[in-house]
């Protein structure tokens, strides 16, 4: 069954220098776990490693972009040669372009289809190889509360989310006989940079803060530790699920 601590487990958290993403690589680290992160900006990722070490957690960052093949093979080729398996993948690394479908540029859902739903699947096939080196392997996929309802964020973010929410269930059937499980976190509105521009709009704050039964959005660290229970193994008959972390408003309807 295992303990309440990721002693001795080895994580990928992808898009970790930011909000939920670097949330997540400092619980992971501080519950016991060795964590690889990556982001797209090379200062960005040393500084998060530098100010993480300061701590003592055991972090290491790695400028990689999840859309690139090449950067995908250099993120396998590093756990190849540093650790050689891998317990936890946590596909966080999403992206959003907020606006009506007809203004949709066909670069930019691509973009957007690419980093939240291609890079997920083709990072997860990668590196199945390692995760099923391990006891038990974990992937944990970021998605979101759009991709489950409408949340008027733009249809290209729902279609991806949903995606990813059903990639999960696909896998978690498919790999369960290797020994990994599969699950998936959908959080609602969190303040981080990517939801700053909406969240300091007093309008659409108090609007989602409305349909929001607990009265307020959440922070990363709330979705960092539910993420973090789904990787640990006392989360170990848990998958294929996706985890909805909203406050509850996904259960109302006033
Ligand atoms: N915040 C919310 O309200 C909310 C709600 C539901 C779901 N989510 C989901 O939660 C996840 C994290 O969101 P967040 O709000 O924490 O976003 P964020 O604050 O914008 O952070 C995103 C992280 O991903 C990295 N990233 C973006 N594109 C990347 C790429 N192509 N390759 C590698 N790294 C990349 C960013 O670093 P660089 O830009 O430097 O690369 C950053 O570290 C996303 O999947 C998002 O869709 C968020």
Redesign the pocket.
């Known amino acids: 069954m295992g303990n309440w601590d990721l002693n001795n487990k080895r994580a990928l958290v ?9 949330a997540t690589v400092i619980e992971l680290a501080e519950l016991g776990a060795q964590v690889l992160f ?4 090379e200062k ?1 990722v040393e500084l998060v490693e530098q100010e993480l070490r300061a701590l003592g957690h055991q972090v290491f960052g790695l400028k ?4 690139s093949t090449d950067h995908r093979h250099k993120v396998k080729d590093w756990i190849d040669s540093r650790w050689k398996s891998l317990d936890i993948l946590v596909n ?5 372009i907020r606006k009506p479908t007809l203004d949709y540029l066909e670069s930019e859902y691509r973009q957007l289809l690419e ?2 739903l291609i ?1 997920p699947f083709e990072l997860s096939r990668l590196l199945h190889q390692y995760l099923k080196g391990t006891t038990v392997g974990v992937v944990i996929n ?5 991709g489950i309802m409408d949340a008027r964020t733009g249809a290209p ?1 729902g279609i991806s ?1 949903s995606g990813l929410i059903h990639l999960g269930r696909s896998l978690a059937n498919e790999w369960a006989t290797d020994n990994i499980r599969v699950n998936t976190v ?10 700053e521009s909406v969240l300091t709009n007093q309008e659409k704050l108090e609007k989602i803060i409305s349909r929001t039964p607990l009265g307020r ?2 922070n ?1 660290k709330e ?1 960092a530790s539910v993420i973090a229970f789904l990787a640990m193994d006392k989360a170990s008959f848990v998958n294929g699920q996706n985890i909805v972390v909203d406050g509850g408003a996904s259960a109302a309807i006033l």
Do not use: E
């Open positions: 992808t898009g970790g220098t930011k909000g939920i993403g670097k990556t982001g797209r900006d960005t990689a972009d999840v859309t966080n690394a999403g992206i959003n980093v939240n890079a970021v998605a979101s509360v759009a973010y989310k959908s959080p609602w509105f969190t303040r981080t940079p990517a939801t959005v959440a990363d979705i």
